[in-house]
Nanobody, 121 residues
Framework: VQLQASGGGLVQAGGSLRLSCAASGKIWSINTFGWYRQAPGKQRELVADIITGGSTNYAGSAKGRFTISRNNARRTVYLQMNSLKPEDTAVYYC????????????????WGQGTQVTVSS
């Protein structure tokens, strides 16, 4: 299973960006999609995740500004980021977990390659 993230870039404070992450490979189901971020010198932290039924979970810093969504047919997760702040600057990673094969129920957990988000003040 591979994840391809895109949509990062440089934006001024108060601006918006939309990240996308598409999954490919042998996949029967994706249970959880998530976005994490890692700023220089800091640990990777959860930004938001979304499960199969559509329930979402956000870090406190993301609530009210970021929206996570998924398109199951396209095996894609999105992160709409509004009202961006300089402290949102980080490498953003997508994550997916699920089942690769219906007959064996073999699980997977995979990280994308990361996309840089830089917010200037």
């Amino acid at each position: 299973v591979q994840l391809q993230a895109s949509g990062g870039g440089l934006v001024q404070a108060g601006g918006s960006l939309r990240l996308s992450c598409a999954a490919s490979g042998k996949i029967w189901s994706i249970n959880t999609f998530g976005w994490y971020r890692q700023a220089p010198g800091k640990q990777r932290e959860l930004v938001a995740d979304i499960i199969t039924g559509g329930s979402t979970n956000y870090a406190g810093s993301a609530k009210g500004r970021f929206t996570i969504s998924r398109n199951n047919a396209r095996r894609t997760v999105y992160l709409q980021m509004n009202s961006l702040k300089p402290e949102d600057t980080a490498v953003y990673y997508c994550f997916a977990s699920g089942i690769t094969d219906r007959s064996t129920l073999r699980p997977f957990g995979t990280w994308g390659q990361g996309t840089q988000v830089t917010v200037s003040s």
